[in-house]
């Protein structure tokens, strides 16, 4: 945040990196990083376009490594940005002190610690908030003051040798820190012990600020408040120098942290945070303090950039490992789907061997399907030689007479493992014979992606000659029957309607009732030619249904067939309307009426006396038709029978269920029309009753 409070305003950042995926990636991450303010970021590469765009940008990111091969492109990209601060985003490899002894570079943040890119977008608003610094750098390059600050450190060491000791016999228990927050601690602990003051803390970087992380003992919680960066102590942060103040009170710089405190000495620990320890009298650090407590600052520094490095690898193993540990299971997933197909190929070759049929086993080598083996019943029925057609093709070898211009479609069905079948004819040791090849693959659509696994299959040749045959056979018969149907039609129905002509003329010059029986018996024959005509036909029944009454086309047929005295009731059909061929139906009921009312000659159910009735002479037998929950029934009760309601109709005795054909009511008619309408029928019988069940059979509705 700005210092007066306002809201900051959003940024132009110019992200450049040596190619486009990094430079697009990089700019990314760094637009989605919700801390700061907004910001509008650019991926570049380092070339002209840096120089184009940079005057317009309020900062650049160099995200290249600048090592001697390199460091001639960093010094380019701050040559075009010119005044547009310029911040380096690197690893570990190019020291921060390195980069910060580099002209025109404002920032450095390394790039290998787990939250990079936040400290980048932290240092970014940073460098573009912070006031411009005036006076030319310091001539003394970092190499001298190093030198220089070895060279005090000895001095002090002199003097205050306790200091120094105390240092020195921290530094094995800092190497040996693998933690932040322990290695903070010791920070802390040890720089108070040995400056022998209790106000001391280390502060590290969080969003623009520099919050308290650890302090000594002496400080309570609540003493200390965050302190932006913008300022002396992030200039201090960014330069890696030591900052003393020896009085405070006079010095606008920085504000006293703490109540009382007249002199501060602050040294920066990377790029990290800043260790500060403060005294209540003015100048109570000398340069020694300041260098002695630098130097314990860079071995912390170096212990970090250590721990960062191994959290790097740490992270890097366990992706190594996350790694090997998939493949470790991929592997054993094809270990199991290699045992898988293994086990398949074994049954396989098992069931080939078991085949009764002559078979063929085929491989896909190379998409070529070649014969592997035959077993035992091809090389019977074919009289072949195994070995004369294992290893050659089976478009060649295999192929029966036939087949030859089915050839590319056989190959194509082979390679993509379909299921097919071909019709054929080939040589056997019995002669020619008809077989149909059926290509069985070993798993459809296989594309034998696994390791020297390559499809397979079978070619089953099932004999189907005489089967053919047989077809061949009953067409022909068929077509014999249609040429007798052909020859009675021609040959006895016309002579009968000449002689009817002849009747005709007889009758109108003579008495008719010389002529009625020749007339009825005329009309029976041409009944009997209709009916032989259409049986040879094989279509006798023919229905088209619609919805019809069942009362309704009983009684019409019990009006046409001669019943004597037997009498008719309809029970439960009066509303029921079925789905049949109102014609068909109509004629069922008149072969049944007249099957129950004259009775089977010798069927030995019942005798019919003189007048065409069963039982008594003087009761009246009662012919039933009543509608069931699936279809109906026809019935008879003679007069001395049980009642009609007993059950015989709706359920015949189990056991007595038959057929239609072979009761003894001639009754091949029925069977015909109720199997054309898809309907079951069953005749029961005992020594009074009889019943015929319909049953299958649809609702309709009424016309």
């Not at 701050?78 to 920032?107: C, E, M, N, Y």
């Not at 802390?188 to 969080?206: G, N």
């Not at 006293?256 to 109570?284: H, K, N, R």
């Amino acid at each position: 945040m700005n210092g007066d409070g306002a809201s900051p305003r959003p940024r132009t950042v110019l992200y450049v990196a040596a190619t486009e995926t990094a430079a697009s990636d990089g700019a990314a991450a760094l637009e989605r990083v919700a801390s700061g303010p907004a910001r509008s970021v650019h991926g570049l590469t380092a070339d002209e376009r840096v120089r184009n765009w940079a005057p317009d940008a309020d900062c650049v990111v160099f995200a290249e490594t600048p090592t001697t091969a390199a460091g001639s492109t960093l010094l380019e990209v701050v040559d075009a940005s010119g005044s547009t601060p310029v911040v380096l985003f690197t690893d570990a490899s190019f020291a921060p002190t390195a980069a910060r002894s580099t002209d025109g570079v404002d920032g450095y943040v390394r790039r290998d610690t787990a939250d990079a890119v936040a400290h980048l977008a932290d240092e970014i608003e940073w460098v573009c908030s912070r006031p411009e610094t005036t006076g030319g750098d310091d001539p003394e390059s970092d190499a001298d003051r190093e030198t220089d600050a070895i060279a005090m450190t000895g001095e002090r060491a002199v003097s205050n040798a306790d200091a120094t000791g105390r240092i020195l016999e921290s530094l094995p228990d800092l190497v040996a820190c693998r933690d932040r927050d322990g290695l903070f601690e010791l920070l802390v602990e040890t720089a108070a012990d040995a400056l022998e003051r209790e106000h001391c803390w280390f502060s590290t970087v969080h969003f623009g600020e520099l919050k308290p992380r650890v302090t000594a003992p002496a400080i309570s919680d609540g003493d200390l408040e965050p302190v932006s960066r913008d300022g002396t102590l992030g200039e201090t942060l960014r330069t890696g120098e030591p900052l003393r103040l020896d009085e405070l009170a006079a010095d606008e710089r920085l504000t006293a942290p703490l109540e009382g405190v007249e002199s501060l000495c602050c040294v920066p620990v990377g790029d990290v945070g800043i260790l500060q320890i403060a005294a209540e009298e003015p100048a109570a650090f000398d340069e020694t303090d300041c260098e002695l407590l630098a130097a314990w600052c860079r071995s912390a520094a170096a212990v970090l950039e250590r721990m960062d490095r191994e959290a790097s690898r740490h992270a890097e193993r366990d992706q190594l490992r996350g790694e090997r540990d998939r493949l470790r299971a991929q592997r054993n997933r094809l270990a199991t789907e290699r045992d898988r197909l293994a086990d398949e190929r074994e049954r396989f070759r098992t069931l080939f061997a078991n085949v009764p049929e002559p078979a063929v086993r085929y491989e896909l080598d190379d998409g070529r399907p070649i014969v592997r083996s035959v077993n035992d019943t091809f090389a019977e029925v074919f009289g072949t030689d195994p070995e004369t057609i294992v290893g050659e093709p089976v478009d060649e070898g295999t192929v029966p007479p036939g087949l030859e211009q089915r050839r590319a479609t056989l190959l194509e069905s082979l390679r993509a493992g379909e299921r097919r079948q071909l019709v054929s004819r080939r040589e056997t040791v019995d002669g020619v014979r008809e077989f149909l090849l059926t290509l069985v693959p070993v798993e459809a659509g296989t594309s034998g992606d696994g390791a020297g696994y390559n499809p397979e299959g079978l070619i089953v040749y099932s004999d189907v000659t005489e089967a053919n045959r047989r077809e061949r056979e009953l067409a022909a018969v068929e077509d014999r029957l249609e040429r007798i149907a052909d020859l009675v039609d021609e040959n006895v129905r016309t002579p009968l309607n000449v002689a009817r002509g002849y009747l005709e003329l007889a009758a109108e010059t003579g008495d008719p009732e010389h002529f009625a029986e020749i007339d009825d018996a005329q009309e029976r024959l041409r009944d009997h030619v209709d009916q032989l005509i259409s049986i040879a036909r094989r279509d006798d029944v023919l229905v088209d249904t619609e919805p019809v009454a069942i009362h309704d086309v009983a009684r019409r047929a019990w009006v046409a067939v001669d019943t004597d005295d037997a009498r008719l009731v309809t029970r439960a059909a009066n509303d029921r309307v079925l789905a049949a061929d109102k014609a068909r139906l109509r004629e069922l009921f008149e072969h049944l009426f007249g099957a129950v009312t004259e009775g089977p000659g010798e069927n030995g159910v019942a005798e019919a006396d003189g007048n065409g009735t069963f039982g008594s002479d003087d009761a009246t037998p009662v012919v039933t038709v009543g509608a069931t929950d699936d279809g109906f029934y026809v019935a008879r009760r003679e007069p001395d029978g049980a009642a009609v309601n007993s059950g015989l109709e709706t359920d015949p005795v189990p056991g007595q269920l038959a057929a239609a054909d072979g009761t003894g009511f001639g009754l091949g008619t029925v069977e015909r029309i109720a199997d054309a309408h898809g309907w079951n029928v069953g005749v029961a019988a005992d020594d009074d009753r009889v019943a015929f069940a319909f049953r299958g059979v649809d609702d309709g509705d009424r016309a």
